[in-house]
Nanobody
Framework: QAQLVESGGDLVQAGGSLRLSCAAS????????MGWYRQAPGKQRELVSR???????NYADSVKGRFTISRDNAKNTVYLQMNSLKPEDTAVYYC?????????????????WGQGTQVTVSS
């Protein structure tokens, strides 16, 4: 089993910045893609950004140029630097990772979610 723990959510004014962190722990053999999703009240969960182990990234159109995802593979940690925040960025942000936990089955990656961290941007 593995766990994801997020941190960094907060209340910030429009135009401000936040940095989210997500650390994976537990019985980890390998991690493939790590990323961030968000869910605003009354809306479906949506992809914000994700990064593969090899460094390929993609971003939602709404955050391109403002958010940057990075990853420390040695620490099993993914970060999301959020700049120029807007009220519409207000949501619960969830970390997601594809993790292989069984060294006898290195081809099977399971999908893990963190508990979420609240980001609130005031106008």
């Amino acid at each position: 089993q593995a766990q994801l723990v997020e941190s960094g959510g907060d209340l910030v004014q429009a135009g401000g910045s936040l940095r989210l962190s997500c650390a994976a722990s537990g019985s980890i053999f390998s991690i493939n893609t790590m990323g961030w999703y968000r869910q605003a009240p009354g809306k479906q969960r949506e992809l914000v950004s994700r990064r593969t182990r090899g460094g390929s990234t993609n971003y939602a159109d709404s955050v391109k140029g403002r958010f940057t995802i990075s990853r420390d593979n040695a620490k099993n940690t993914v970060y999301l630097q959020m700049n120029s925040l807007k009220p519409e960025d207000t949501a619960v942000y969830y970390c997601n990772a594809e993790i292989a936990t069984n060294p006898s089955d290195t081809e099977t990656y399971l999908n893990y979610w963190g508990q979420g961290t609240q980001v609130t941007v005031s106008s």
